[in-house]
Each structure stands twice: as structure tokens, then as C-alpha cells.
């Protein structure tokens, strides 16, 4: 490709990143099996969801309304996704910059002033490594903002669907969905999508937040020998499953800091306050292992 995509590589694995909406094209096995769904675009042309990973900053998923309050003041958005939404902040649709490169890792970083799309100033970074069989992506934010603002994070991995693939990913409760896919009701889980012991998903499809995630989640993928176990930073306590009917042939598991639409909840829905010049962070690391 053209656009200043890295190659990162290891005695296990092979991961693509570019700086172009600071997102991981694709990861695969040694054995040539792929750990994140594989690339879906065509070289120099191609968007976030064409990727196998993009970055959720300054926060993760939907403002409900594209307004909020926060300490006297009123923020609005204007859309930035399939009308009417204001979509998981502007890192996924943002050029990135690499400021550092090693044979087994790369960091980027972009910046962002207000406007009338989202009021949010801040810098954010990202960097992915390899070691091995693991995959480590970091990410953080700095508020430049002249006054307090909440934050959030998250990472939105794509991951292969197989017919025999499993899911293990603890979590105490989930918010059903409104009509526009905000969150609506936290209910106690279902039976159905209990992911405590590893079970396959669901033909319907899915989009929820779980709350009380334990920050550890596995996939496993039968058909290939191969398993990926994920776990987090404490900061990302929920994850967002979306799972799509099974004929699109991927899942997307994505830990995020913060409820979806916290921004409408008496305590922000773990949105953190950043006062000018603070920052917040968290790592996801993958492990893949072979299995018989």
C-alpha cells in the first residue's frame, strides 16, 4: 500500500498498521490463519470498517440526542456517520502521525482543535507491539481543551467468525437497545448471551454494552487450531459485542472505558473528567495460542 503502512512482524505473527485512520489492515497467524479479520479495502481507498481494528477517541460508541451537558455548559455535535449519528469520536476517520518505529512496534499520534463537529480538543496517541504470540495496543488521550471535559476510550477489533468459534468474556449485566442502538435498559443477562463459559454466539445479531467485565475475554477458533486470549487494563471495564448475523463472517469485541451513551447518565457512565493537560490510557494485549 501506499500510505505509510507499517509492517510489524514476529516469530508468531504479522500485523499491518496504518497511520491512515490510525488503525490495525490485518493480523495474522504464523500459520497463516488470520487473528483479525482480514483487510476488506483496496489500497488507497478504504475506511475504518474496512479494517481489523480502529481506535474509539475522544470516547467510544453514541452521544444519544448529539448533545450533552457537563458543568454548565452545552455541547452539540454534528453527524459524523450515517445520519442521524455522531459516532465514536473522530480518532477512527482522522489521519495519524508516526512519531516512533522499532522492528516490533510503531506509535502514532494525531491532535484535534474544536469545531462545529465535536468540541472536543485533545491529543491522542496509540502504539502497537508485537512480542512473540502477543499483540499489545496502548492508547491514551490528553485533554488541550481550556476547561474540563469527560473522556472516554475504546478499542474496535474485528475478529474472524467461524461456525465453531467460541466466546468466553465474564460480564454481570448488558443494556438492551433503543431503535437508534442506544443503550435503553441495564437488565441482568440472559441465558442466552451468558459468555462465562465459552459458548458459540447467537445467529441473531447483537450490539450491546455488558457492564462488569472482568477484563479478560477468549475466542476460539476450532477449525484453525487456534485460540486468542484478550485482556485489558482496569480501565476498560465494559466491552461492546457486536455480532452481526453469521453470514457476515466476523464479530467485533470491543473493550471500552465507559457505558455507551455515558454521557446521558447521573455519573457519566464512567467517562472520566480531564481537567486541562490530564490524560488517560490502557492497553489491550492479545495472545494466540495453538491448540490441538
Same mark, same amino acid.
Given at each position: 500500500m501506499t500510505d505509510g503502512t507499517v509492517l510489524l512482524?514476529?516469530?508468531?505473527l504479522r500485523v499491518r498498521v496504518s497511520p491512515r485512520f490510525g488503525v490495525v489492515l490485518d493480523g495474522y497467524h504464523r500459520n497463516g490463519h488470520p487473528i483479525l479479520r482480514p483487510f476488506a479495502g483496496e489500497e488507497g481507498a478504504f475506511g475504518p470498517t474496512d479494517t481489523a481494528c480502529f481506535p474509539m477517541v475522544p470516547f467510544?460508541?453514541?452521544?444519544g440526542g448529539n448533545a450533552f451537558d457537563y458543568e454548565g455548559r452545552t455541547y452539540r455535535f454534528e453527524p459524523n456517520d450515517v445520519p442521524p449519528f455522531y459516532l465514536h469520536g473522530e480518532g477512527w476517520k482522522s489521519d495519524w502521525t508516526v512519531t516512533e518505529r522499532t522492528a516490533h512496534s510503531v506509535a502514532i499520534d494525531m491532535q484535534r482543535e474544536g469545531d462545529a463537529q465535536s468540541p472536543y480538543t485533545y491529543r491522542a496517541t496509540q502504539r502497537f507491539a508485537l512480542d512473540g504470540s502477543r499483540l499489545t495496543i496502548s492508547i491514551a488521550v490528553e485533554n488541550r481543551a481550556r476547561h474540563a471535559m469527560p473522556f472516554g476510550l475504546g478499542l474496535h477489533p474485528y475478529f474472524p467468525r467461524t461456525p465453531r468459534m467460541t466466546l468466553q468474556a465474564r460480564a454481570q449485566s448488558w443494556w438492551t437497545e433503543d431503535d437508534y442502538h442506544v443503550p435503553d435498559r441495564n437488565e441482568p443477562l440472559p441465558d442466552k448471551v451468558d459468555f462465562s463459559k465459552p459458548r458459540l454466539l447467537p445467529d441473531h445479531g447483537l450490539n450491546n454494552c455488558f457492564e462488569g467485565w472482568d477484563c479478560r475475554a477468549s475466542l476460539v477458533w476450532p477449525e484453525h487450531g487456534l485460540s486468542a486470549i484478550i485482556d485489558t487494563d482496569p480501565? %476498560?471495564?465494559?466491552?461492546?459485542l457486536f455480532s452481526p448475523p453469521p453470514d457476515f463472517a466476523f464479530l467485533c469485541f470491543e473493550p471500552m472505558?465507559?457505558?455507551?451513551?455515558? %454521557?446521558?447518565?447521573?455519573?457519566f457512565g464512567g467517562l472520566r473528567r480531564l481537567a486541562p493537560g490530564e490524560t488517560m490510557g490502557g492497553s489491550m494485549r492479545l495472545r494466540v495460542k495453538e491448540s490441538a
Amino acid at each position: 500500500m501506499t500510505d505509510g503502512t507499517v509492517l510489524l512482524e514476529s516469530t508468531e505473527l504479522r500485523v499491518r498498521v496504518s497511520p491512515r485512520f490510525g488503525v490495525v489492515l490485518d493480523g495474522y497467524h504464523r500459520n497463516g490463519h488470520p487473528i483479525l479479520r482480514p483487510f476488506a479495502g483496496e489500497e488507497g481507498a478504504f475506511g475504518p470498517t474496512d479494517t481489523a481494528c480502529f481506535p474509539m477517541v475522544p470516547f467510544a460508541n453514541r452521544v444519544g440526542g448529539n448533545a450533552f451537558d457537563y458543568e454548565g455548559r452545552t455541547y452539540r455535535f454534528e453527524p459524523n456517520d450515517v445520519p442521524p449519528f455522531y459516532l465514536h469520536g473522530e480518532g477512527w476517520k482522522s489521519d495519524w502521525t508516526v512519531t516512533e518505529r522499532t522492528a516490533h512496534s510503531v506509535a502514532i499520534d494525531m491532535q484535534r482543535e474544536g469545531d462545529a463537529q465535536s468540541p472536543y480538543t485533545y491529543r491522542a496517541t496509540q502504539r502497537f507491539a508485537l512480542d512473540g504470540s502477543r499483540l499489545t495496543i496502548s492508547i491514551a488521550v490528553e485533554n488541550r481543551a481550556r476547561h474540563a471535559m469527560p473522556f472516554g476510550l475504546g478499542l474496535h477489533p474485528y475478529f474472524p467468525r467461524t461456525p465453531r468459534m467460541t466466546l468466553q468474556a465474564r460480564a454481570q449485566s448488558w443494556w438492551t437497545e433503543d431503535d437508534y442502538h442506544v443503550p435503553d435498559r441495564n437488565e441482568p443477562l440472559p441465558d442466552k448471551v451468558d459468555f462465562s463459559k465459552p459458548r458459540l454466539l447467537p445467529d441473531h445479531g447483537l450490539n450491546n454494552c455488558f457492564e462488569g467485565w472482568d477484563c479478560r475475554a477468549s475466542l476460539v477458533w476450532p477449525e484453525h487450531g487456534l485460540s486468542a486470549i484478550i485482556d485489558t487494563d482496569p480501565v %476498560f471495564s465494559r466491552y461492546m459485542l457486536f455480532s452481526p448475523p453469521p453470514d457476515f463472517a466476523f464479530l467485533c469485541f470491543e473493550p471500552m472505558s465507559h457505558t455507551a451513551n455515558g %454521557f446521558h447518565h447521573p455519573d457519566f457512565g464512567g467517562l472520566r473528567r480531564l481537567a486541562p493537560g490530564e490524560t488517560m490510557g490502557g492497553s489491550m494485549r492479545l495472545r494466540v495460542k495453538e491448540s490441538a
